[in-house]
C-alpha cells in the first residue's frame, strides 16, 4: 500500500500528496501560492479607459463634411439635362449611383467617385511600383491598378546617361538595372487600349529606390498636385503616389547625375532619421484611416500634431482621433 501510494506521490506531485494525506488545508494555501505567482510573472498591456481632448470645430469644417455622398442604388438626379458619366447607370429615367462614392458634377455631367478602388492611371501620372518580372525588353510594375504596369527597355535611362538604341547586350543585362522585388519611382507615358498603364523614368527624378519605408494606402486619398516629391522640414522626403503607394525615405544628399537613376545608397540611417520616418509613416496610416485627403501640408500638420505622443502610441484610436482632428483644424484654418 506504502508502494502505490508513494507511486502516485511521484507521478501526481504535490497536489494528490495533500489531497491523500487529508491535508485540505494545506493544498489550499499550495494552490493560492500558485496562483499568486502566475499572477506576477503575467505581464499584462492594459488599456485603461483615458480622458479625450475636445476638439471644437469651426463651422466651415462641417460644410466640407456636406459632400454628395452616395450608395449603389441612390438616386442621383432625375433631370434628364444631364449625362451618364462613370459610377452611374438609368433607371426609368432617373440617374441612379452603381457605386458608393462623392458626386462630381463638371458642367453637365455627372459621375461618382468611388472611395475604395483600384488605381486607374492617366497620362503624367507619379506612381511608386514594385518590379515583379523581367520580360523581353520589357519589366512588369505591380502599381495598384487592374493590370500590371509595363516598363520598356527603351522607356528607361542607360547607365551614365548614354542616349542609343538599346542593343541585345542591353536586353541580357536587364537584371543589372531592375530585377524582382525593386521598388521604382515612374511616371505614366500612356494607357493601353485594356487599361494597362506605360511606364517610363526618363528623369533623374524618377528610378530605383533605396532604403526608407512603402506605406500603402487608397489611391483616392492622395490629391493630385504639381510635384509629388517633397521634402519636408521634419528631415524626411516622401513620394506621394497617384496610385496610393507612398514612399518615405530620407532626405538625400546630392545625387550622382552619371548614375542615370540606378544608384542607390546603403549607408546606414541614423536613429534620428528612423524615428522621423516611423513617426511619418503611423501619421499617414492615422490620416489614412479617417479618409484625410493626403499633401505636402496634411501630412506636415499631421506630424506636427503628433509630437506630443511617442511613435508607438500615435495608432491608438483615442490618440489618433485626437491628432486628426487637430490636423483637420489647422486645414481649415489655413484655407480660411
Not at 509595363?150 to 543585362?173: C, F, I, K, Q
Not at 500612356?190 to 487608397?218: C, E, I, N, P
Request: proline fraction near 4%; charged fraction near 25%; include cysteine.
Amino acid at each position: 500500500m506504502n508502494e502505490c501510494r508513494e507511486t502516485l506521490f511521484r507521478f501526481c506531485g504535490n497536489r494528490l500528496r495533500y489531497i491523500l494525506k487529508g491535508q485540505v488545508s494545506d493544498y489550499v494555501n499550495y494552490m493560492r501560492r500558485l496562483n499568486v505567482q502566475k499572477t506576477e510573472n503575467m505581464a499584462a498591456d492594459m488599456r485603461l479607459p483615458t480622458f479625450r481632448k475636445q476638439v471644437s470645430l469651426s463651422p466651415s469644417l462641417s460644410a466640407l463634411d456636406g459632400k454628395d455622398l452616395v450608395v449603389p442604388g441612390d438616386v442621383i438626379t432625375s433631370d434628364t439635362g444631364f449625362m451618364r458619366g462613370h459610377g452611374t447607370y438609368m433607371d426609368e429615367e432617373k440617374l441612379t449611383a452603381s457605386v458608393a462614392g462623392e458626386v462630381e458634377r463638371v458642367n453637365k455631367l455627372i459621375c461618382v467617385r468611388p472611395l475604395k478602388t483600384r488605381f486607374n492611371g492617366e497620362v503624367g501620372d507619379v506612381v511608386v511600383g514594385r518590379i515583379t518580372e523581367v520580360q523581353q525588353k520589357r519589366w512588369k510594375v505591380e502599381t495598384n491598378s487592374r493590370l500590371d504596369s509595363v516598363l520598356l527597355l527603351s522607356s528607361v535611362n542607360l547607365p551614365g546617361g548614354e542616349l542609343r538604341r538599346r542593343s541585345a547586350e542591353d536586353e541580357l543585362t536587364m537584371r543589372d538595372y531592375l530585377q524582382e522585388g525593386d521598388l521604382i519611382s515612374a511616371e505614366v507615358q500612356s494607357v493601353f487600349s485594356d487599361g494597362a498603364l506605360s511606364l517610363h523614368t526618363r528623369s533623374l527624378k524618377y528610378g530605383k529606390l533605396g532604403q526608407g519605408v512603402l506605406v500603402q494606402l487608397s489611391p483616392s486619398l492622395i490629391k493630385r498636385q504639381k510635384t509629388h516629391f517633397h521634402n519636408l522640414p521634419c528631415g524626411a522626403s516622401i513620394i506621394l503616389g497617384n496610385n496610393g503607394f507612398v514612399w518615405l525615405y530620407p532626405a538625400p544628399g546630392q545625387q550622382d547625375e552619371e548614375a542615370g537613376g540606378y544608384y542607390t545608397s546603403l549607408e546606414p540611417v541614423s536613429l534620428s532619421d528612423r524615428e522621423v520616418i516611423s513617426r511619418l509613416r503611423n501619421c499617414l496610416l492615422a490620416l489614412g484611416a479617417h479618409k484625410v485627403l493626403l499633401y505636402d501640408t496634411s501630412v506636415l500638420y499631421c506630424y506636427e500634431s503628433s509630437l506630443p505622443h511617442q511613435i508607438k502610441d500615435i495608432l491608438k484610436p483615442e490618440v489618433m482621433e485626437e491628432i486628426v482632428m487637430v490636423t483637420r483644424q489647422k486645414l481649415v484654418e489655413q484655407e480660411g
